[in-house]
């Protein structure tokens, strides 16, 4: 915002204006030096001791061709809703036809038995199956791509350890164990017509399914409630793997769960409101990236702010009003944040709006102003620092010329993310400026394919692809591919 709109600002508030604009603003060389840190930590979590980013390897050991081709079924199970998917990849190069049926989990199960989650999710199936296939006694055995986008270790492809439940599920018995026999169990008993090809992350899914219909794809992006990356490493360059003597050109798809970069706090410019997040957590010294660039938090740190200046001595923003609404902790979410910065109206009429019905608050013209910048300084941050993820990884493994894949609901509603952090990314890898507006950047963030539909789909038709080739690495049952 330019100083013409702080003219009548009075000076206690300017001065707040000033003091959060710099705290939360990261200029290039702090980018950059975010940038070194995060390619020698990508570096570091693909060796045998690791670090704090996991660095999983996937086991999808190629992109596609685009030659698939077959009918797979996807299984996508969020916080909200059950996904089912069934994708036909056509004769014709990367197209693909899709129909899905979504089924609500109730709540009931997110904190039930583990025993009744399962079976649910085998009637979810088996009714779809029923559904498009009609009499499944004689159905040959369809092959499943399982998107479980919870923090899992992979040993395999078709192997998940649950690490810990997130998206509002709490379900005793399953943390620290594999899900997929759990998952066969219920569908073995329902007489489910479906063979568990492979369980996949939905950052994972986002890279293959970008890659199947844009070959200059090399990194998949997940921008939403939380953030992560994957992108293919060469297992030569994985120091974690050696033991297995892979091929050292063979390809891995890396999930780097990238959200627990600078977990030490040695780089990130982290704000008292950021160390008030991580101290309020469940997990706190946990997803330190995350907590700074995620959907999840952006609302919750533009409450802090507001109910700080509230109670600051001097300053008392909204003063002589009942802020009660507004000291309730993640009240507030990023799509607040977003109407916030597309307000249209000079007098910001809309944010006014916004504050009255939601927080039953009155801000003040000078208010209104802070309340702007506030939001336009903590959304810009998260795109500059979500940009020295894409950044490192583009670096360490040399890419000078590709495309991202980028979803989630912050990466696709909040306004102006994919500027700013383009902008970040010409800063951070010092690109001329452009002399056409047009131009493509050397390096340009996408919106992403259905990574968690077709992805998972597509990485089921790919393990039995290479199966059939011989090439049995990360497969626990071979008898699934039979």
Known sequence: MDADSYVDVPKDLLKEIERLEQLFSIDTAKLKQITDHFVNELEKGLRVGGGSIPMNPTWVMSFPTGYETGTYLALDMGGTNLRVCQITLTDQKSEFDIIQSKYRMPEELKTGEADELWEYIADCLMQFIETHHGDTAKLEKLPLGFT??????????????????????????????????????????????????????????????????????????????????????????????????????????????????????????????????????????????EKMIAGLYLGEI??????????????????????????????????????????????????????????????????????????????????????CGVSAISRKKGYTSCHVGADGSVFNKYPHFKSRGAEALREILDWPEKTNPNEEDPIEILAAEDGSGVGAALIAALTLERVKAGNMHGILHPENFK
Request: aromatic content about 8%; glycine content about 8%; overall charge negative.
């Open 148 to 289: 479980f986008s919870y923090p899992a270790s992979q040993n395999y492809i078709d192997e998940g350890v649950l690490q810990r439940w997130t998206k509002g599920f709490d379900i005793a018995g399953v943390e620290g164990h594999n899900v997929v026999p759990m998952f066969e169990e219920a569908l073995s008993r329902r007489g489910v017509p479906i063979k568990l090809t492979a369980l996949i992350n939905d950052t994972t899914g986002t890279l293959i399914a970008s890659a199947y219909t844009d070959t200059k794809m090399k990194i998949g992006c997940i921008f939403g409630t939380g953030c992560n990356a994957a992108y293919m490493e060469n297992c030569g360059s994985i120091p974690k793997l050696a033991h297995l003597n892979l091929p050292p050109e063979t390809p891995m798809a890396i999930n780097c769960e990238w959200g627990a970069f600078d977990n030490e706090h040695k780089v990130l410019p982290r704000t008292p409101y950021d160390e008030m997040i991580d101290r309020d957590s469940p997990r706190p010294g946990q997803q330190a990236f």
């Open 302 to 387: 533009f409450r802090l702010v507001m109910v700080d200046l509230h109670d600051k001595q001097g300053t008392h923003i909204f003063d002589g009003q009942d802020i009660s609404a507004l000291r309730k902790a993640y009240s507030l979410d990023s799509s607040f944040l977003s109407a916030i910065e597309e307000d249209p109206f000079e007098n910001l009429s809309e944010t006014a709006d916004l504050f009255q019905n939601r927080l039953g608050i009155n801000p003040s013209k000078s208010e209104l102003e802070l309340i702007r910048r506030t939001a336009e300084l903590i959304g810009t941050r998260a795109a500059r620092l979500s940009a």
